[in-house]
């Protein structure tokens, strides 16, 4: 005769079985597996007879993540504490399976005694997670980056002089700044058309961008047609240099330019600045200094650039050549 306490049982066996979640139960003192659900071969291939000790599951975690899984489940387990654990367990043909060990740890008058928990599937939710990182790192490599010609924003400058910034400031180096405006811009659209004017700002971008030889250095657009040129780690004749080399590589690219009354063809003013940081100082004080620079080339005729401090600036007929 079936007692009541037989058919409850093997009612709880039938609804533990019918479920996805894989139960098991671990007698702690001995490390013998005293169950494991049957889904355990559907999921992973293993037959529930295979798993004898607890060796056996820690033989079946990938190696990557072996040690710091068995290690968390033996403290845990120790000190009596309820825990979960997320790995790639091993399938009988070779594969990896990503599940999750969620862990119930009974006690008797203190001491462990045994572990019960559920293995779930969570392979699925891990490729979405995997898909999410995907597109979240897109977004935000996106984010820093301008639409139009594919160089840094304005956003990824103000990131990156910061960091330059600090570490110029903590090792006393010199931190230079150059800032491009393509001159009598405006007057192009207004004669070519934008999807011209457009087409322009990518050439010039292309242009400046390949100029560049040190990882360090960072060219972004700022806005419009103006752009900047950040270059950690160098002095006043170095930036004028990098400045000057610019300007004529933009000038050989020969982008005709039949409303400007600088040159037939497209050009850009530029400003330069260098300073060595201070505790006095901030990095708004280097654009600025290099954003007057620029304003005294507009105002020396354009098509040339200007150093905030005692030098000549390159004149309109010599920058023309």
């Known amino acids: 005769m079936t007692t009541i306490s037989e058919d409850k049982d093997g009612l709880y066996k039938t609804l533990l079985e019918s479920t996805k979640a894989i139960p098991w139960k671990l007698n702690w003192v001995t490390k013998e597996f005293e169950y494991i659900g049957p889904q355990i071969e559907s999921l992973l291939g293993w037959t529930q007879h295979s798993w004898a000790t607890a060796q056996d599951w820690i033989d079946r975690i990938h190696p990557d993540e072996r040690e710091q899984t068995a290690n968390l489940c033996i403290s845990q387990s120790d000190f009596g504490v309820d825990h979960e654990a997320d790995y790639r367990a091993l399938t009988a043909d070779g594969g990896y399976v990503w599940v999750r060990d969620v862990v119930h740890v009974i006690r008797e008058n203190g001491v462990t005694t045994a572990l019960v928990g559920f293995i779930f599937d969570i392979s699925e939710r891990k490729k979405m997670e995997d898909v999410l990182l995907r597109l979240n790192k897109q977004l935000e490599s996106l984010s820093f980056h301008d639409s139009l010609t594919g160089i840094a924003n304005r956003r990824m400058y103000d990131r990156a002089l910061q960091v330059a910034w600090t570490r110029a400031q903590r090792n006393q180096d010199p931190i230079s700044l150059v800032i ?19 087409k322009c700002i990518i050439e010039v971008a292309d242009t400046l961008n390949n100029s560049i030889i040190r990882t360090t250095d960072l060219l972004a657009r700022y806005g419009g047609e103006e752009f900047v040129l950040l270059l950690a780690n160098t002095g006043k004749n170095e930036a004028i240099d990098m400045a000057e080399t610019c300007r004529r590589l933009i000038v050989n690219k020969r982008i005709p330019h039949a409303s400007s009354t600088v040159s037939d063809f497209i050009t850009v003013s530029a400003g330069v600045c260098t300073i060595i940081p201070t505790d006095h100082s901030d990095p708004i004080s280097l654009f600025e200094a290099a954003d007057k620079m620029l304003y005294a080339a507009k105002q020396k005729g354009r098509n040339c650039i200007e150093y905030a401090g005692p030098r000549l600036s390159v004149s309109n007929k010599q920058a023309s050549t």
């Open 180 to 198: 491009f405006d393509i001159d009598q811009f405006k007057q192009y659209n207004d004669h070519y058309g934008h999807a011209a004017g457009d």
